[in-house]
Nanobody, 123 residues
Framework: QVQLVESGGGLVQAGGSLRLSCKAS????????MGWFRQAPGKEREFVAA????????YYADSVKGRFTISRDNAKNTMYLQMNSLKPEDTAVYYC????????????????WGQGTQVTVSS
């Protein structure tokens, strides 16, 4: 059974940092494209960052470029999202996901999802 488990969320002041982790189990994901999404109350799920299965292509939403960094450790079957210079508008539930095909920024193209971890940034 494939399972993705996020951790690392919490409450932080504006300007602070958090590192989210996404531990995958059930099979290895070293040949899968993976990404991070977030969803704030009353809003649609939003693309944050993703990388292609080869790791050569990495994409970020404009709103997080220069502040967030996505990475993965295939040996640990774990993906990370380092978030720096956090802003109140980054407040959301953050999800990791494994892509099936298609556009990396389209959440409908992802087949496996974690349960999410809450990130709250206070002003």
């Amino acid at each position: 059974q494939v399972q993705l488990v996020e951790s690392g969320g919490g409450l932080v002041q504006a300007g602070g940092s958090l590192r989210l982790s996404c531990k995958a189990s059930g099979r290895t994901f070293s040949t899968d494209s993976m990404g991070w999404f977030r969803q704030a109350p009353g809003k649609e799920r939003e693309f944050v960052a993703a990388f292609s299965w080869s790791g050569r292509a990495i994409y970020y939403a404009d709103s997080v470029k220069g502040r967030f960094t996505i990475s993965r450790d295939n040996a640990k079957n774990t993906m990370y999202l380092q978030m720096n210079s956090l802003k109140p508008e980054d407040t959301a539930v953050y999800y990791c996901a494994v892509q099936s095909d298609g556009s990396l920024s389209n959440y409908r193209q992802y087949k496996y999802w974690g349960q999410g971890t809450q990130v709250t940034v206070s002003s």
